[in-house]
């Protein structure tokens, strides 16, 4: 992923067997969103939840 400027912003376990199987990608150069993984409760894999803050300032990247 990082070959192609994307980064996984999950960083636990998200199935019941303690594994990473899901994840949230977001392009490398972008803010990072804050993910929540909350515990599985009707099936086997947790639900993920991204919030992004809009306090921060971005500056445009430059470009060659």
Request: charged share 15%; hydrophobic share 35%.
């Amino acid at each position: 992923m990082s070959n192609h400027g994307l980064t996984d912003c999950v960083q636990q376990p998200t199935h019941i067997m303690h594994h990473q199987l899901d994840v949230f990608i977001t392009r490398a150069d972008q803010l990072k969103p804050i993910v929540r993984v909350d515990p599985p409760i009707l099936s086997d894999h947790s639900l993920l939840s991204a919030v992004y803050s809009c306090n921060s300032r971005v500056t445009p990247a430059t470009r060659p």
